[in-house]
């Protein structure tokens, strides 16, 4: 038996979570999905970066639903703050916030104020905690993670380079991020900012340092929204910005020069986790989706479900679901023991499978769709965009191949690979 399986190893739904899963659900199905498509058709009224009256109306309308019903923060593991959850448990919420564009959101669990929000709990002060970290507890405001760089292969982090000095009291910015991830929306506060703080007696990973940079500071210059596919995700967005001598308080750097990798690592596992927990969500969507046109469209006297290979198509696409489901499932396990490390390989896994698995179901139900599949009148050519980006947010899969590959042959070898 491999040594990876351990007896005590617990992956179904816990009692503790299955009532919050039922109300979960059929929130997100009730009363959130049946309001995305006007809440998106609102983007294209007015300025595409202000939310409407209309956008807002829905979107703290419903927030304030969860709030009341006690559905919210469920990403808080271990934390006094939350619920409580295991990433086993929250992975089940998760899935399901998956099927919506709207519902992470609604219940204060979106991307990538879940990690930024983990990272001012435990590395800020309380000046911070204050400032960023409670109003984004309570979903008042929102923040951005400034990782990505235009001129340097940022899947090797070591090649990050945005200048950071120290000056008197304080640090001086300079460089450009992109794909900045929710920088776009008005209401967002903060940008957590990995940069470049070198030091010859240090070690090659730990030549950078985590730094929080008020949104509004004098210097930053949003030049552009990046487009997936040519969607620019507005009113959130992936933007390109600039930093042209922009001064932050000493004090918001965090840990210390030279501990952002500690940092980031910290905050990308779950963050990872979380995202693949929302794609098989959307792959279980597209499934429905799927399932649902073949049973009511006919074509050659029958209905398409029976036509060519499609019960195959069907099958595999149950089959590599669940394959998805329990692989995040365990990587998710293995994070709860408390070893990042161990877990590490785990995510890199999940983090490359679940995307494939999804775009692979997305694509065979726009397949089964036809013409409308890839249009504006399904969810499925929105669902594809969100999940091929996925196969490079967070480390594109060759990055993540090569971590399995070496674990794997560490097994075998006393070298250092």
């Given amino acids: 038996m491999s040594d990876s399986i351990n007896s005590n190893m617990a992956l179904g739904m816990s009692d503790r979570v299955k009532p919050i899963h039922e109300k979960v659900k059929a929130m997100v199905q009730d009363e959130i999905i ?23 109306e829905i979107l703290e309308g419903l927030k304030d639903n969860a709030k009341e019903r006690g559905l919210w923060n469920f990403w808080l593991t271990d934390s006094e703050r939350g619920y409580g959850l295991s990433t086993v448990e929250y992975a089940y919420l998760a899935e399901e916030m998956g099927k919506s564009h709207l519902a992470a959101e609604v219940f204060n669990c979106a991307a990538p104020d879940t990690g930024n929000m983990e990272v001012l709990e435990r590395y800020g002060n309380d000046d911070h905690k204050k400032r960023w970290l409670e109003p984004l507890l309570e979903g008042k405001i929102r923040s951005a993670y400034l990782m990505t760089e235009p001129d340097v292969a940022s899947s090797d982090a070591t090649n990050i380079e945005m200048s950071c000095v120290r000056d008197g009291d304080s640090y001086v910015l300079n460089g450009e991020k992109w794909w900045s991830s ?4 008005p209401r967002c506060a903060v940008y957590i900012v990995m ?17 929080l940079v008020d949104a509004k500071s004098a210097g930053v ?28 308080p000493a004090e918001n ?22 995202h ?25 006297g029958k209905p398409i479900a029976h036509l060519g290979a499609n019960y195959d198509i069907i099958a595999n696409c149950r089959m590599e679901i669940e394959q998805s489901r329990l692989l995040c499932l365990k990587a998710a396990w293995m994070m709860d023991q408390g070893d990042p490390r161990a877990a590490a390989p785990w995510i890199s896994q999940i983090k490359v499978v679940a995307p494939l698995m999804a775009l692979k179901v997305i694509d065979e139900a726009v397949q089964m769709f036809g013409a409308q599949g890839v249009s504006q009148d399904t ?8 999940v091929r980006t996925l196969r490079l947010a967070d480390g594109p899969d ?13 097994k075998y070898t006393q070298q250092k690979i």
């Fill in 398 to 410: 060759a990055v993540h191949r090569r971590q399995v590959a070496r674990e794997e042959l560490r």
């Fill in 34 to 56: 049946p309001l995305d498509d006007e809440y998106l058709e609102e983007v294209n009224k007015g300025s595409r970066w202000e939310y409407t009256a209309r956008q807002t």
């Fill in 195 to 211: 940069v470049a703080s070198p030091d010859e007696e240090r070690k090659k990973h730990q030549q950078h340092s985590m730094i």
């Fill in 221 to 248: 210059e949003v030049l552009r929204a990046m487009e997936v596919y040519g969607m620019d995700d507005a009113p959130h967005g992936h933007m390109h910005i600039r930093f042209t001598n922009v001064r932050v």
């Fill in 379 to 386: 969810s499925l050519s929105n669902a594809w965009k969100h």
């Fill in 276 to 300: 693949c927990m929302r794609a098989i969500g959307q792959a279980e969507k597209a499934l429905e989706q799927m399932c649902t046109r073949s049973l009511r469209r006919e074509a050659f």
């Fill in 182 to 185: 929710g920088a776009g929306d």
């Fill in 253 to 274: 750097l965090l840990l210390g020069e030279g501990r952002g990798f500690e940092i980031s690592q910290g905050r990308l596992g779950p963050g990872r986790i979380h």
